[in-house]
């Protein structure tokens, strides 16, 4: 037994004894009570995975039915209530022809699907769960996975997603991880850009931007490396943090920014996560959108991912350029999923270093440069101040020599290595330390000389009996040489006391900022979301099915029984809602739904029915109402006098109350629904 069927035997097994018997029932009429569940179970199980029966029941879907499946597929699950919230957008409200009820119609002079309305939805997922092509799990109809991909097929978001446009639009200007690079060059000394700053210097260092645009993502860059708090008190930079940003591949960072929109970084919130990045992978894959159709995606998978999206929230996507709209459409920008193989870098004389394309992971070009020009061809510019700042930062000559070699066409003869060399020349003539002074006797040196659990944490031996030590471990440095009999004073001439000063982790902590292990956890973790996620884009493309199974034979086996009238009623009634596909299920006519209604100029019989519906606790009622249907529930029947009665009821979907003349009702009948 496959995954999939265990499920279904599962689900089957934890149905309550009504819901249980009407399916079985239904499939295999012979079953009596009492039975053996198990022995049923089976047999069920047989009867859907039998070829000839499951090739027949998917063959009774229809547009709506392939519609509403789509939608079951997009979010995972989704319960009735949901369904007409997404399809709202696509709703037109009307009222009847003499004003006195409104009704509620969708698709309005679409091609793809005809109009249909609140009722016809609804009898549409009742008939979906009844036929258990849809299984109610966790209070959501799901894909029955017995029918496997089958049933995924017929699933289709055409009418919804479907954009009738001859438009081509390609944007490659996004906030690409090539402009955080760029940015962050300069950035990486400022910490942050004013705003003449950023007008004054933006524009020439982007030009394939518009001004406006690039001092945009600027500040949306800000605000990112705001809530990573990447930029830290003590002029301390996260350059590990940094380097895996500009690392993250051009989706990955976006999903990054989309997540930043919606919700603080840090929470344990995986969901928005997988919402930004399963919604971007929609965009780039569908590539065009109307409004309305992005509208329900975004929806859609809020709804899957249980997360609130704002009514700008469309709007804040075509700000990160990761939308473009152009008369009412949206086209998504050609945000690369990939990162690149690096091309050459080519050290100029005049210490410019150009290359073509994009920088992969791992380079380490921006720490030593920093940007003139992103454009086709993208130029950095090596100076001593960056050279020097990036030495700083703890990166080593090593290291940068190591890279201009592997990645330059001169390698060991590129001229930007002797510039190099002259200026660390230059760098290495004089030291500057932050740390604490501790100066003692020769007892005091000899512990601090010889104690192995103190060497890591002095940064020089200044003279015979004083110390430089690190400022920002001494809370451990201070223990360690209290435990070995010693009594630490408190510092001499300092402004701040020893027991008010703060490291930078404890001024990060008490500030309620995340600790470096969070930030990395945090991207690790949206890289591993992003990797993960596949979607469905067939759901867009997919034809609407169109239902091909005949009933015509089974109709007149059906007027050949012998049987009572209700049960042949009833036989029809769910041959006509699909549940009945196949000759053996006729071999024992039983009721399943009763069929209580009345219509035409059953005058009396109709106020009964209404009357019967009051006395049931959330019994519904469907009416045919001045040639449209409705569905009540039943509060009273009100007596006009004269033998006339009028029913006051609240009108699905929206509980509006209504007061209607049952001489004006052509048909009403008490329905069973399973729509929840």
């Not at 990036?390 to 990166?395: F, M, Q």
Request: contains cysteine; aromatic residues 10%; glycine residues 4%.
């Amino acid at each position: 037994m496959n995954k999939e069927t265990i499920f279904f035997k599962r689900w089957l097994e934890d149905l309550d004894n009504e819901k249980f018997y009407y399916f079985a029932r239904n499939y295999l009429p012979e079953v009596s009570t009492p039975y053996n569940q198990i022995d049923v179970i089976e047999q069920l199980i047989s009867f859907f995975l039998n070829d000839e029966n499951s090739s027949t029941m998917l063959s009774t879907i229809d547009e709506i039915d392939s519609l509403i499946i789509g939608l079951a597929n997009l979010t995972g699950g989704i319960n009735s209530s949901n369904i007409l919230k997404l399809l709202r957008p696509f709703e037109s409200e009307t009222s009847t022809e003499d004003n006195s009820v409104k009704f509620y119609t969708y698709f309005n002079n679409n091609k793809y699907i005809e109009e249909f309305n609140y009722v016809e939805i609804i009898d549409h997922i009742s008939s979906l769960v009844k036929r258990m092509l849809l299984l109610s799990n966790n209070g959501k109809f799901i894909l029955n996975p017995i029918f496997g991909d089958e049933l995924v097929l017929k699933g289709s978001l055409l009418p919804l997603m479907s954009v009738n446009s001859k438009e081509k639009f390609y944007n490659d200007n996004y906030i690409s991880t090539e402009v955080l690079r760029g940015y962050l060059s300069i950035l990486k000394i400022e910490q942050k850009l004013t705003i003449n700053q950023k007008k004054n210097t933006l524009g020439q260092l982007f030009p394939s931007y518009e001004e406006s645009l690039i001092i945009k993502m600027s500040d949306i860059i800000d605000n990112l490396l705001l809530n990573l708090n990447i930029f830290t008190p003590f002029d301390y930079v996260e350059y590990e943090l940094l380097q895996n940003l500009i690392d993250l591949t051009d989706f990955e960072f976006n999903v990054l920014l989309i997540v930043n929109l919606l919700n603080d970084l840090f929470p344990d919130n995986n969901n928005v996560y997988l919402f930004a990045s399963e919604l971007l992978s929609y965009a780039l894959d569908t590539k065009i959108f109307d409004l309305t159709s992005f509208t329900l995606l975004s929806e859609a998978l809020s709804t899957k991912y249980n997360i609130c999206i704002n009514d700008g929230f469309i709007d804040d996507l075509v700000e990160l350029s990761i939308l473009n709209k152009f008369n009412n459409l949206l086209f998504a920008s050609d945000i690369k999923k990939v990162k690149e193989e690096s091309n050459t870098l080519v050290f100029d004389t005049d210490l410019s270093v150009r290359y073509l394309g994009a920088r992969a992971k791992g380079d380490i070009l921006w720490r030593f440069t920093r940007i003139q020009r992103l454009d086709t061809q993208t130029i950095y510019q090596l100076t001593k101040e960056d050279f020097r700042d990036a030495l700083d930062s703890k990166l080593t000559k090593e290291k940068i020599y190591d890279f201009v070699i592997k990645n330059s066409f001169a390698k060991e003869n590129c001229p930007a290595l002797r510039y190099l060399d002259l200026v660390e020349q230059q760098y290495s003539q004089i030291s500057i330390y932050d740390g604490i002074i501790i100066q003692g006797n020769e007892r005091v040196s000899t512990i601090l000389s010889s104690h192995p659990d103190l060497q890591s944490h002095i940064i020089k031996k200044l003279s015979d009996n004083i110390f430089l030590m690190q400022r920002e471990s001494e809370p451990i440095w201070t223990k360690i040489i209290e435990n070995s009999g010693l009594l630490v004073p408190r510092r001499k001439g300092d402004i701040i006391q020893s027991d008010t000063f703060f490291t930078n982790d404890q001024w990060r902590v008490s500030k309620g900022y995340h600790l470096r292990e969070e930030q990395q956890t945090l991207i690790k973790n949206l890289v591993k979301i992003c990797s993960s996620i596949k979607v469905e884009t067939r759901l867009f493309s997919n034809p609407l099915a169109k239902k091909s199974f005949s009933s015509k034979k089974l109709k007149i086996a059906i007027e050949l029984l012998e049987c009572r009238s209700e049960e042949r009623e009833d036989l029809k009634s769910r041959l006509r809602l699909a549940m009945i596909i196949n000759q053996s299920q006729l071999a024992a006519p039983q009721v399943l739904d009763s069929n209580i209604g009345a219509s035409g100029f059953d005058y009396k019989r109709k106020v009964n029915v209404f009357k019967m519906a009051a006395k049931q606790a959330g019994a519904i009622v469907k009416i045919g109402y001045m040639k449209h249907e409705f569905l009540l529930i039943v509060e009273k029947i009100q007596n006009l006098g004269n033998n006339e009665f009028s029913v006051e009821a609240k009108r699905l979907p929206t509980l509006e109350k209504v007061e209607i003349p049952i001489n004006k009702i052509f048909f009403v009948k008490i329905t069973n629904y399973i729509t929840e």
